[in-house]
Every structure is written in C-alpha cells, then in structure tokens.
C-alpha cells in the first residue's frame, strides 16, 4: 500500500456489466457509494477495448479518493460470470461471444486483484454486507426486473455449486410444458411468468382470452408493459389485478419450492416488480404459505430490498471485493 495513505480507510471498486450499460463506482465499508458512474457495453469491438475505456473512466474516481493505494479489490457482477474461473461463458446478451478470462483482463489492466461472480449473486452478497440481509446467514435473494435472478446464501455462504453456476431460480420449470421462453428455448420457467415480460406476457393473453373490460385495452399491444399494468391496477382496473394475483400466485408457488430446498429464514425480493408492493406481495405470500408444508409454515419472511436500485449493482459487485486474499 503507497505510504501517503497509511492509515486510510480501505476501499472498494464495483463494477456491474450489463447487456446494454456498465455501472461501476467507489464503496467504502458501510456501503456508502462515494464515485459513481457509468458508459455503455456496446460499440467495442473487442473486449479489451472495452476494458481499456473502463479503465479510463475510472481511473479518475480513485485519483479522487487518494489512488490505487486505498483500493482493497475490484469487484466484478456480470451475467454468466464465473467466480471459479473468473471468465464470463457464453452470455447471451452481451456483444462477446464464447469464454472471457475477464477477471484476468481488468486485473492486467488495472493492476489490482478483482473477484468476478454472477450479477445476481452480487446482488445477494450486496444484500448480505450492506442491505436487508444484513446479519442473516440463510436467505434468497430474487431480482424481479426484465429477467428474474437470483442468489441462495445458505449457513452464511453464498452456494456457488460445482461449476459456479448455481442458484439459477429463475429457470425452474414451474409450469410443465407452459410458455415458451425466448431466450433459453425452454418451456414454464419461472422467469417466463415472473419478470416484468413475464408481466406483460400474461395481460396480452388474459385480454387476448376474456371479454373482460378493461383500461389496458385502450393501449397498443407493442406499448404494453408492467408499468401499465401497475397503474391500470392502481386506478382500480380488475383485469390488471388479476394479472399481479397470477403473478403473485407463480411467485409464491416457485418460492415455497425455494423455502422447501434451503430453509431460508428470509426472502429478498429486488427490482422494478417489488414496487407493485402489495398489488404482488400479498399473493405472493399467500400462495407461498398455501403451498409450503406444515414444518416451514410461517417461519419465512419475505422482504423488500433496502439498497438503492441505483446503487445496488455497484454495492453487490463492491461486497466481492472485501474478501479478495
């Protein structure tokens, strides 16, 4: 460590690598983000450009908190990504292609010891250090965005599995042979229901097979979104509710399978679908508890993150970065 910061609070880099932006800022202990920014993951044609641009954007924020001397690790949350390894294997939503060593790439180039796992597993570990699972030793954490993802802290460890990949909750199959999801060509998966597509998905086809009156049918289907969908429920639209009851109803059935595996003594749920609040979270419940055995009946709370959606992908990537030997 440079002798000028002797003495210093250590400090931590996140970076999360998304399929369209890359978020990436400074952290210190508490999990206060104190520089923060971010640049687009597309228009490189190499990942080594992309890196050397990354770099260039922050190396700024550590000259502002005293250089590379006050810096603990780098920490790195990125779909696909492999915390054994350190490489990112076939992501399908970002522009590189096949198997990246890319923990070694950004530890070249920035000259500091970086952690790679999963983004969300670098939510839960997020969580875990600064959040709603502060102090729990067993949880799940769901993220309910565009996808659904998740990570499984059991007996105060994060279950990575055998190759680094486990915890893939939302590609339980919950419905067999139910509907077609884009993206893995696999039927009935949770995401296919659960995720803000998922959202939009079921209100195309409840209004496609009711009668039903209903404000979401005052909007294009290509302009439909959950969004929509939450604010025809909250002006009291029926069919709109209903689509949250189905929602809830899949969620609470998939999660009583999830309590049912690990014994969490919580649930964590994240992303743009918790802020449907109870229009989701009371079905959900209900239909976990229904669904549950008597032995894990009304043990398992579920929780709402309290991290910043802004700051949650720098904060869960940061928390990997504490540990680096």
């Known amino acids: 460590m440079a002798s000028n910061n002797a003495g210093m609070e250590q400090l931590a880099i996140g970076i999360d690598i998304g399929g369209t932006g ?4 400074i952290v210190d202990r508490e999990g206060n983000v104190l ?10 044609d190499t990942i080594e450009a ?12 550590i000259d502002n908190v005293g250089g590379t001397g006050r810096i603990r690790g780098i920490g790195v949350g990125a779909p696909n990504g492999n915390f054994y390894t350190g490489t990112i294997e076939y992501a399908p939503n970002l522009p590189w292609k096949g198997i990246i060593p890319l923990a070694k790439l950004i ?11 999963n983004d969300a597993n670098a939510a839960a570990l997020g969580e875990m250090k600064y959040g709603a699972a502060k102090d729990l030793n067993d949880f799940i954490m769901i993220t309910l965005g565009t996808g659904v993802g998740s990570g499984i802290v059991a ?16 590609h339980v199959i919950v419905i067999p042979d139910g509907r077609y999801h884009e993206g893995t060509g696999k039927k009935g998966s949770l995401e296919s229901y ?11 086809e409840l209004l496609e097979n009711s009668d039903t009156p209903s404000l979401l049918r005052d909007i294009p289907k290509n302009e439909l979104d959950s969004k929509k969908v939450y604010d025809a429920a909250m ?11 189905y929602t809830g109803k899949i969620l609470g059935l998939a999660l009583a399978n999830f309590v049912m595996f690990s014994s969490p003594s919580a649930i964590v749920l994240f992303g743009g679908l918790t802020k449907a609040g109870d229009l989701i979270l009371k079905p959900t419940r209900e239909h976990m508890e229904a669904n549950l055995i008597q032995v894990f009946q009304n043990k ?4 709402v993150s309290h991290l910043k959606e802004s700051d949650a992908a720098i904060l869960g990537a940061s928390a990997l970065a504490w540990d680096v030997q």
């Open 300 to 303: 398992v709370k579920i929780l």
């Open 107 to 117: 530890q070249d180039e920035f000259k500091l010891p970086v952690v790679l796992t």
């Open 35 to 44: 520089f923060s920014s971010e640049m687009s993951t597309r228009g490189f």
């Open 22 to 25: 890359t978020k990436f800022g």
């Open 50 to 61: 992309f890196i050397e641009e990354l770099h260039k954007k922050v190396q700024p924020l």
């Open 194 to 204: 659960a995720s803000a597509t998922g959202v939009r998905n079921t209100a195309i």
């Open 155 to 170: 007996n105060g460890n994060l279950i990575y599995g055998h190759d680094g990949f486990a915890g893939e909750l939302g």
């Open 235 to 245: 002006a009291g639209d029926q069919l709109a509710k209903d689509i949250f009851d």
